[in-house]
């Protein structure tokens, strides 16, 4: 099991930036996608952004205008890079892993889970 532990969130302003990270106790064995996910209250969690052990990303919607997700592989860290953040990006952050290459946003499929880290975006 891998254990996934983020960090970066915070309370900012509209339009500001913020960079979250997830610090794994090691990446999976290939092949995986690892991804950010979002939970507003009251909604469902939702995907945000991925990237697979081959190197490809994909992004929910137009997100990719605004975020992007990278992967530092000696530090074992996976980054999500926000910009231009809007009150609608307020809500709790986690990143997560599951096996294979193939992308999708189903949470069942994604088998470990960091705590995550609020993000809260004042307009």
């Known amino acids: 099991q891998v254990q996934l532990l983020e960090s970066g969130g915070g309370s900012v302003q509209a339009g500001e930036s913020l960079r979250l990270a997830c610090v794994f106790s090691q990446f999976p064995d290939s092949p995986y996608c690892i991804a950010w996910f979002r939970q507003a209250p009251g909604k469902e969690r939702e995907g945000v952004a991925q990237l697979n052990s081959a190197g490809s990303t994909f992004y929910r919607g137009t997100l990719k205008e605004r975020f992007t997700i990278s992967k530092d592989n000696a530090k074992q860290t996976l980054y999500l890079q926000m910009t231009n953040l809007k009150a609608e990006d307020t809500a709790m952050y986690y990143c997560?892993?599951?096996?294979?290459?193939?992308?999708?946003?189903?949470?069942?499929?994604?088998?470990?889970w960091g705590q995550g880290t609020q993000v809260t975006v004042s307009s």
């Open positions: 997560a892993v599951k096996r294979g290459l193939t992308f999708n946003w189903l949470v069942p499929s994604f088998t470990d």
